[in-house]
C-alpha cells in the first residue's frame, strides 16, 4: 500500500488544480524555504482527517483556503484528494485503489468523501487505523520528532508502538467501549432518578386518574341527560309545530273567507256606484225638467198677462204645469231620499269594508309571526 497521487486545488499556495503522482519508491520534495514544500505534508495530514489548525501552521481551520495575493483572488473553497494504492486490499475494501476527499468552504462547512461517496471523518478514521496513517501516527516524522520519539515518556513511546503493531485500533475500541459504558452508567444511574421520581408521582398521578375517570363518568352521564333532555325539548317542539300548523291553516281559511267577503262588498259597492249614477242622471233630467217647467210657467204668466182672451185656458193649463211641477218636486224628493239612502248605505259598506281590510291586515301579520315561528 502506498500513495499513487495528490490532488490539490484551493489549498493553502496551491490555487490552481495540482496533482503529485508518486511511483514506488522513495519520493522526495526539494526546493527553497516559502516554495510550499510544508503545504504538501499539511494537504495529506489535512485530507487524512487533522482537524487542529494549529498542527497545520495556522490559526483558523479557514486558513487552509487561499487567501489571495496582490495577482490572485481569493477562492471560497479548498480540496484535497489522496488516492492510495490497495492492489494487495490491505485496507478492508473491495477497491483496488481508495481515495480520500475533503472539502472546506469559507462559510465553515466540510465534506469528506471516500472514493466519491459522502461520508464521516470517523469513517476514514476507521478505513486507516492500525494501517500506520492518520494523524497522529507515527508515519508523520517532522522536523525534530524523532528526537522528540527518542527522549519521551515510556508511555509515549508505547503509543508509537502499539499504532506499529496493529494494536491501537483495539485500545481505540477499548476506550470506546468504556466511553460507552460510562455512558451506560450515567444513563442508568438518570433511569434510577426518573424511576424514583415517577414512584414519587405513582400517587397523585393515581389520584389524577381517579378523577379523570369520575370526570369521565359524570360527562357521560351528563352527555346522556343532555341528549334526553335533546329529545323531550324536540317532542315538544315538534307538538308546538303541529299546532302552530293547525293555527296557520286555520288562519289561512279565515283569511280566505275575508278575501271572499271582501269580493262581494267591493261588488255591492260596484253595484250600488252604478245605481248611484243612475239615480243621480234620473234626478239631473228631473232638475232640467223641473227648470223646464218653471221657464214655461213663467211664459205661461207673461202669456196670460199679455192676452186675457186665453187666460182660462192658460189657466187650466198652468193648473196641469203646477200640477206637473208638484209631481216632478214630489218625485225629486222621492230621488233624494233614495240618494240620501244609497248614500247612507255606501258609507256603511265603506266602513265594513275598510273594518274588513283592518282585520285581513291582522290576520296577515299573524300569518307572518306564525311563519317566522315555524321557521324557527
Not at 105 to 123: Q, T
Not at 179 to 200: A, C, M
Not at 357 to 367: F, I, K, W, Y
Amino acid at each position: 500500500m502506498y500513495f499513487k497521487r495528490l490532488e490539490m486545488s484551493g489549498f493553502k499556495s496551491f490555487v490552481d488544480q495540482t496533482t503529485l503522482d508518486f511511483e514506488p519508491g522513495i519520493t522526495a520534495v526539494v526546493g527553497p524555504n516559502g516554495c510550499g514544500k510544508s503545504n504538501v505534508v499539511d494537504s495529506i495530514r489535512w485530507v487524512l482527517g487533522e482537524t487542529s489548525a494549529r498542527a497545520l501552521r495556522g490559526a483558523r481551520m479557514e486558513d487552509v483556503i487561499f487567501n489571495g495575493t496582490d495577482q490572485r483572488k481569493a477562492v471560497g473553497m479548498a480540496e484535497v484528494t489522496l488516492a492510495i494504492d490497495n492492489a494487495d486490499h490491505f485496507l478492508p475494501t473491495d477497491h483496488d485503489e481508495v481515495t480520500l476527499t475533503r472539502r472546506t468552504y469559507r462559510s465553515g462547512e466540510s465534506e469528506y468523501l471516500l472514493n466519491k461517496v459522502p461520508c464521516r471523518l470517523r469513517d476514514i478514521h476507521d478505513l486507516l487505523s492500525n494501517t500506520g496513517l492518520g494523524t497522529n501516527a507515527y508515519s508523520f516524522l517532522e522536523q525534530g520528532k524523532i528526537d522528540l520519539i527518542v527522549s519521551s515518556k515510556p508511555g509515549d513511546r508505547r503509543f508509537v508502538f502499539e499504532e506499529a503493531a496493529g494494536i491501537s485500533k483495539y485500545r481505540d475500541r477499548k476506550d470506546e467501549a468504556l466511553r460507552k459504558l460510562e455512558s451506560t452508567e450515567q444513563n442508568f444511574l438518570r433511569v434510577n432518578d426518573i424511576v424514583v421520581e415517577i414512584k414519587r408521582q405513582i400517587g397523585t398521578l393515581e389520584r389524577q386518574a381517579s378523577k379523570a375517570k369520575r370526570y369521565q363518568e359524570l360527562k357521560q352521564e351528563l352527555t346522556t341527560l343532555e341528549v334526553s333532555r335533546g329529545r323531550k325539548d324536540l317532542a315538544q317542539r315538534r307538538r308546538e309545530l303541529r299546532k302552530l300548523e293547525h293555527a296557520w291553516g286555520d288562519r289561512q281559511n279565515v283569511i280566505r273567507e275575508l278575501e271572499g267577503g271582501q269580493e262581494t262588498l267591493e261588488a255591492d259597492l260596484t253595484g250600488f256606484d252604478r245605481e248611484l249614477g243612475t239615480l243621480e242622471a234620473a234626478l239631473s233630467q228631473a232638475q232640467t225638467a223641473a227648470h223646464q217647467v218653471a221657464e214655461n210657467m213663467v211664459k205661461a204668466e207673461e202669456f196670460i198677462a199679455s192676452s186675457d182672451l186665453r187666460k182660462e185656458d192658460l189657466q187650466v193649463g198652468l193648473s196641469r204645469l203646477d200640477a206637473e211641477m208638484k209631481e216632478l218636486q214630489a218625485r225629486g224628493e222621492l230621488l233624494q231620499e233614495q240618494l240620501l239612502r244609497i248614500s247612507r248605505t255606501r258609507e256603511a259598506k265603506t266602513k265594513e269594508l275598510g273594518e274588513l281590510q283592518v282585520t285581513l291586515t291582522g290576520d296577515e301579520t299573524r300569518l307572518t309571526e306564525l311563519e317566522n315561528e315555524m321557521r324557527d
